[in-house]
């Protein structure tokens, strides 16, 4: 962003004035009231002691928090539980077992419902088909399936003995795979042939393979391939290694007498981008974790769990899923839709037409989601019954007052409150957000941070700015759910994210944010090289290192240029090779056509560049630092801003001109 256009945007969020508090009905049937930001700010580890004790523990817990290790937290320490007992055992020992977990729908429409009891079943035979694979407690197991039941339940087996997932996005590529695994150790993972996307299945397995035939002979952690038959695709088995899901989880008893853990046993680590090419698997717990989703999916949403009908839109391969598909949800014993494919399958409507044959009430999407729908037009919502909503929720990046408004308008029908919540994969739950039932919600902002959390907004020097200011968005005291690190990397994460306020202790997210006039906390997106495609991080070093693996790219940078739909989009700016710039001056078209490929080779088809530009030179300081700030000035169309400390001032020139002959859009 340049000063000026930042400038301009500080001033019309400063200058909103619309207010949309809860109706006075809403507001008396809210599960939390405005008493819970008082009684937390009293108190705030007896507040998250209360919180916790909505969660049935084994054995309790002796200290709230332990910080004499920090930035190593230790939440609920002694206490122990199960997860997935959390989740579901406890829903039917406590007579809901009839009470619908989860309303699946497939994208070509076949459905199925699962009740909590049979949820329990479903759990316990791939918790023993897991032990006999030889997975056990503290093992890791990589999950790269579409979204179908049995991703929820290969997430919950994993917690019901102990051993931490990692997901994997099943829109990441093989070398991804390759190197999650590796990092991980991963000793199983489960995958499908397919699953159903735009009318037609994408293969998974085959991606699986790929990935685990780059480890040479007796290198590969993975005992096992466990495959779900999702489609009818052709799947290659590995003699000994591969399996069908059918064949060795429904044989399994019915019953599993679970064990318990200690509040700090792994559940999971998810990879996420950083701002070097390596993703940093962001390592989660299983007490305070649960605890914070639990209740946060619970005052934020305001779940009734035997009235609502839930529905998050997010992939189970991102935090969202992790978070409010699986943990929270399911901890709170709601009804919750999972829907498999994409919004414009086999029509627009999709998406609506679930919620008028669901009575969804609650729905939780992205930012980005909402303004394809604007773009698709009102009239097309327009066609379903969607009265029965009454809360919607938004994540991922910031939303815009106008989708802000159109989601409360044509969505909400003007009587739902919008909650815009933010957090991230680290923060594991969400921290600021709306009390829907308590908040007069601004359009675009975030408003608060949620009882018992603590978020404020530094400049430099780690002082609070005031009222009206902006800086960087920090958090002040721990919380139950925060990362417990990177995945065999402490060093990193001391670095990332508790260096640069170390003085204060205070956690460093990596978001711009501003103040209002009330206090009230608007985000302005990454300070760092990460990008925000979609709601989905994607660092500007990974999509370099992925094109300057191609044999025709000797130099690449990438920015992250605003983008009306997708937040942001990837533009990149390389240098070709000597013997491969003959050939580009032959066919510029093939070569950026082939590196945009490569990159969704490398990482997957979210990181395909929107545009390459194949330029001559890069700008750079008189120390050989590309100024991102000046490409992204190119990239978003803008007259480019001081050029001063470019050692050669004339670049820019030959690249902007590149830049408006267009040739190398998509
Ligand atoms: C980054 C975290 C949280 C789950 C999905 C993304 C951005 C997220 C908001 C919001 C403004 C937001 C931030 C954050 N972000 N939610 N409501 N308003 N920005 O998780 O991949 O870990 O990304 O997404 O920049 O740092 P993630």
């Known amino acids: 962003m340049t000063e000026a256009s930042s400038q301009s945007g500080l001033s019309n969020l400063l200058h909103e004035e619309r207010r949309f508090p809860p109706t006075p009905e809403f507001a008396e049937a809210a599960n939390y009231s405005a008493d819970a930001y008082e009684s937390a700010a009293k108190d705030r580890l007896a507040f998250w002691d209360t919180q916790a004790r909505r969660l049935d523990w084994h054995r309790e817990w002796t200290e709230t928090l332990d910080w004499s290790a920090a930035p190593f937290a230790q939440w609920f320490v002694g206490g122990t539980l ?40 479903l759990v316990a035979q791939a918790a023993h088909a897991l032990t006999e694979l030889g997975v056990r407690t503290g093992d890791r197991v990589a999950i790269y399936l579409p979204m179908i039941p049995e991703a929820v339940v290969s997430m919950l087996a994993c917690a019901r003995i102990g051993a931490a997932h990692s997901v994997i996005f099943g829109g990441f590529s093989a070398q991804a795979i390759y190197d999650r695994v590796v990092d991980a150790g991963a000793k199983l993972v489960i995958t499908s042939d397919g699953g159903w996307r735009r009318g037609k299945v994408f293969p998974l397995k085959p991606v699986v393979d790929e990935a685990l035939e780059k480890f040479g002979p007796g290198e590969s952690p993975v005992a096992h391939v466990l495959v779900v038959k999702r489609g ?50 962001i390592l989660h717990t299983t007490g305070g974790y649960l605890t914070q989703v639990a209740y946060t999916h619970h005052a934020a949403f305001d779940l009734k769990p035997e009235t609502d009908v839930y529905w998050c839109t997010a992939d189970i391969g991102w935090v969202t899923g992790h978070s409010y598909i699986v943990y929270g949800p399911l901890a709170n014993g709601a009804t919750q839709v999972i829907y498999e494919g994409t919004p414009d399958t086999p029509h627009q409507g999709r998406f609506w037409e679930l919620v008028q044959k669901y009575g969804i009430t609650i729905l939780y999407t992205a930012p980005t989601a909402i303004r394809t729908f604007m773009k698709w037009g009102a009239d097309i919502p327009a066609k379903f019954d969607l009265s029965s909503l009454r809360l919607l929720g938004s994540v991922g990046e910031p ?91 402490d060093e990193r994460f001391v670095e990332t994210y508790w260096s640069r306020f170390a003085a204060q202790g205070f956690y460093f997210a990596g978001d711009g944010a501003k103040k209002d006039e009330d206090g009230d906390l608007w985000l302005l997106g990454r300070v760092d090289d990460v990008m925000n495609i979609s709601g989905h991080r994607i660092s500007t070093t990974e999509v370099e290192s992925a094109l300057v693996s191609h044999p025709a790219v000797a130099e690449a940078a990438v920015v992250g240029a ?4 997708t937040g942001q989009a990837i533009v990149a700016f390389v240098i070709l090779r000597g013997s491969a710039t003959e050939e580009q001056a032959a066919g510029g078209e093939q070569i950026v056509t082939e590196l945009r490929n490569h990159v969704a080779k490398e990482i997957g088809a979210i990181a395909k560049p929107r545009q390459i530009l194949v330029v001559a030179e890069l700008p750079k300081t008189r120390s050989g630092k590309i100024m991102r700030r000046l490409l992204r000035d190119v990239a978003e169309h803008r007259s480019i801003g001081d050029v001063t400390t470019l050692a050669d001032s004339s670049v820019m020139n030959l690249i902007s001109q590149g830049m408006s002959s267009g040739k190398a859009e998509d």
């Open 562 to 565: 605003t983008d009306p739909t």
């Open 82 to 121: 199960n997860a997935s007992v959390n989740c579901v055992d406890r829903h039917v020992a406590a007579g809901r077992g009839d009470r619908v977990a989860i309303h699946f729908e497939g994208e070509p429409g076949d459905t199925r419902s699962i009740t909590y009891a049979e949820l329990a079943v």
């Open 399 to 489: 939303i815009n007052p106008e989708a802000w408004m159109w989601y409360r308008q044509v969505i909400g029908g003007d009587r739902c409150p919008v909650v815009d919540t933010w957090w991230q994969t680290e923060t594991g739950a969400i921290m600021i957000s709306p009390l829907p039932g308590v908040t007069a919600a601004k359009p675009g902002s975030a408003m608060r941070a949620l009882p018992g959390i603590s978020a404020d907004v530094v400049d430099d020097q780690a002082q609070p700015v005031p009222n009206g200011g902006g800086g960087l968005l920090v958090l002040t005291e721990p919380w139950p759910a925060m990362l417990r690190g990177i995945w065999r990397d």
């Open 232 to 281: 009818d695709n052709e799947v290659a088995f590995t003699e000994g290694r591969d399996l069908w899901w059918s064949d060795v989880v429904d044989k399994q008893s019915k019953h599993h007498e679970p064990e318990f853990f200690d509040a700090e046993n792994p559940l999971f680590i998810l990879y996420t981008s950083g701002t070097t090419g390596k993703p940093k698997g």
